[in-house]
């Protein structure tokens, strides 16, 4: 397991904190996919349901209906909404968007955003990537798309807005947020950097940073000053200056079948451990001593630390 901290993982379904094998939270019957912490709860999702925990009781929160998909993995953000920060929930587009926050009392899909494969809270608006078109014919792979300030319920009008690659048309797969509102935009054939500009209209000045194509959107990880990724030849970090190959070592094992691989991520930022998954074995980056370990993940589903919050949008 991972050690340190306050640190646990998903094993069988069950939260077990790294100082010993208490059970804290006994799982639903479908195992849990992804966690994360927000506002003192920690949010537990499976394929088909949701949870918070909190001083010891699980209480579903899943949206009425439940979910539109069996999503493949998740990910999630902050974003604001009327000076609200609220949880916002995605499953790499099987899914509408979801937010909460610890007033409601399930996850509520937010109104008028587009299917998106990937999103992110930025200066006070929701970005999303890789979007399904208003018109709801077509994805548009190469869009970036914007909620207007402070208001994720607003998508075509106001501030809100959109930014198409024109040069081609690989796909935006996800995001890493760094320092100073810097934004990487990592896509299927090349990564970006994005500037904010100031502009309440055009949030964003783009350009090419390198020629890396991101191998798969759960790969991906950010630390504060950098992100790492699994990129299609190599796992990479990367910073505003540009990636570097650090995956030497391990890189023709992990590369190895991966296209049927199940593969997600995590990183533990107190311990600089980058966790890159690839169906039970785990390729794990010390990325403060430039190291490579390996460790057996059988029957662990996902792997979270308390100590980590998500960062404001």
């Known amino acids: 397991m991972i050690s340190g901290g306050m640190n646990f993982v998903v094993k069988r379904g069950v939260v077990i904190p790294a100082g010993g094998s208490q059970e804290v939270v006994t799982s639903p019957e479908e195992s849990i996919d992804a966690l994360f912490y927000f506002e003192q709860d920690l949010i537990l999702l499976t394929p088909s349901k949701a949870f918070k925990f909190k001083r010891g009781t699980l209480t579903e929160i899943t949206p009425s209906g439940g979910f539109e998909e069996t999503p493949s993995g998740w990910t999630a953000t902050v974003g604001l909404d009327q000076g609200t920060p609220h949880l916002v929930l995605n499953s790499y587009g099987e899914n509408p968007l ?126 504060g000053a950098g992100g790492v990724f699994l990129g299609v030849d190599d ?40 966790y890159l998954v690839v169906d039970d074995i785990a390729w794990i980056y010390n990325y403060e001593e430039d190291a490579w370990s390996r460790q057996e993940m059988e029957n662990i589903t996902c792997l979270g630390v308390w100590y980590v919050s998500l960062p404001s949008p």
């Open 98 to 223: 979801y937010y909460w926050n610890t007033t409601f009392a399930e996850l509520t899909k937010v109104p008028n955003a587009p299917l998106a494969k990937t999103c992110l809270g930025y200066r006070g608006r929701l970005l999303l990537g890789n979007v399904y078109s208003s018109s709801e014919t077509e994805w548009l792979p190469y869009r970036l798309q914007w909620s207007a300030i402070n208001d994720l319920t607003t998508w075509e009008s106001g501030t809100a807005g959109f930014y198409d690659f024109i040069e081609s048309t690989d796909e935006v797969l996800a995001f890493i947020s760094l320092p100073e509102d810097v934004l990487l935009v990592l896509r299927s054939e090349s990564l970006w950097v994005g500037y904010p500009t100031g502009d309440a209209y055009d949030p964003l000045s783009l350009r090419l940073l390198a020629r890396i194509g991101l191998a798969t959107a759960r790969s991906v990880q950010s630390f």
């Open 235 to 274: 796992v990479y970090m990367v910073t505003p200056e540009g990636p570097k190959a650090v995956g030497a070592p391990v890189r023709d094992q992990i590369l190895s079948g991966i296209e049927e691989a199940v593969v997600w991520s995590f990183i533990d930022v107190k311990e600089k451990l980058y």
